[in-house]
């Protein structure tokens, strides 16, 4: 009998629940904790760490999982990590459903670096207008260049100060081409800096800064340990054995 543990928290997840519940399928949809008010499932939920790979672990047993998917997010990369481990220990079947990275298109100004570090890096001395789309938790390492401005997003409120000056949209997305247009116009956005997330939503500022011509400091996926992934829902139901009303 099958019961699957959804690691969650994108809109790729949400999908699949949505198809799972529908399917009638015994599943879990799990969160990490991340923000206040996660989207709703229609699935049971959990929220939090489980407690590194031997709490996965246990979870898996506990819980009597008999198939793990991996919907987080790209950037995900300890818990898709501890994903990869507790499957392996446990000789529980594992999957990704993992997007495709955003390619650059001719029109695209991009400047490709490996982590945040070479992101603070490759912005110039002279005073530029940043607008940093990576969340909440990667953005100290920018207080090492203040001569900026610099707009940030974040899902959520910060809970304490920020690292550094910097202008603040608190905004969970997805997000559209127009809305993007107009805030980067607004706040006069000269340089923008964007982690390589792949997905509709997420993409509309890649868009936009093509139309305004910008060029987007893009930082590239952290290296993950081999895994089955595909990049469609219709795949994953297959792969638990049940045809899905996608059409696939
Ligand atoms: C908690 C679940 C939906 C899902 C929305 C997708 C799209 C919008 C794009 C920008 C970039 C960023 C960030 C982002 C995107 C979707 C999707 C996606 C980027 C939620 C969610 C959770 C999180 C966690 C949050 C991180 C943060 C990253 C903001 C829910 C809304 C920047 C990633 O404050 C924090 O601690 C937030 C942390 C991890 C990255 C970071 O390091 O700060 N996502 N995002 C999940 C959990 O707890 O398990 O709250 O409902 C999901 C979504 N975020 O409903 O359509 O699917 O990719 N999320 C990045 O660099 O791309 C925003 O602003 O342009
Ligand atoms: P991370 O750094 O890879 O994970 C750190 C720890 O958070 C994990 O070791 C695990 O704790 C816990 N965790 C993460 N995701 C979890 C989940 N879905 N269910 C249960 N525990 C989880 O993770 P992250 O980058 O902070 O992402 C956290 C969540 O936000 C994920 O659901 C991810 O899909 C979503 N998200 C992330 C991004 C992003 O840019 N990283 C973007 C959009 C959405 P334990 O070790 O205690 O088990």
């Not at 019961?3 to 799972?20: F, Q």
């Not at 392996?88 to 570090?117: H, M």
């Not at 905004?171 to 607004?186: C, D, H, I, Q, V």
Request: charged share 20%; proline share 7%.
């Amino acid at each position: 009998m099958t019961r699957a543990l959804i690691l969650g928290g994108t809109a790729d997840a949400s999908l699949l629940a949505a198809e799972i519940a529908r399917a009638g399928i015994d599943a879990v949809y799990s969160y990490g904790g991340r923000t206040r008010a996660p989207a709703d499932q229609p699935l049971p939920t959990r929220n939090g760490g489980f407690g590194g790979v031997s709490g996965l672990a246990d979870y898996i047993r506990r819980e009597g999982i008999t198939h793990v998917i991996d919907a987080t997010h790209p950037f995900a990369a300890e818990m898709r990590r501890n994903a990869v481990a507790a499957c392996a220990e446990t000789g529980t079947p594992l999957i990704a459903l993992e997007r495709a990275p955003w390619t650059r298109v001719s029109a695209d100004n991009w400047i490709e670096v490996a982590d945040v570090n070479a992101a603070v890096a490759a912005l110039p001395d002279a005073r530029a207008n940043v607008f940093l789309a990576i969340g909440r938790q990667h953005i100290a390492p920018f207080a090492t260049k203040p001569q900026h401005v610099y707009t940030l997003r974040f899902v959520d409120p910060p809970e304490g100060p920020l690292p550094f000056a910097a202008e603040l949209i608190v905004s969970r997305g997805p997000f559209t081409l127009e809305a993007e247009l107009e805030m980067m116009r607004k706040r006069s956005i000269t340089r923008i800096v964007a982690r390589n997330s792949g997905g509709d939503g997420a993409r509309a500022k890649i868009d936009a800064a093509r139309v305004l011509g910008l060029p987007v400091i893009m930082i590239a996926r952290p290296q993950l340990p081999e895994r089955l992934r595909v990049e469609g829902v219709a795949e994953i139901m297959q792969w638990l054995g049940h045809r899905t009303c996608l059409g696939a």
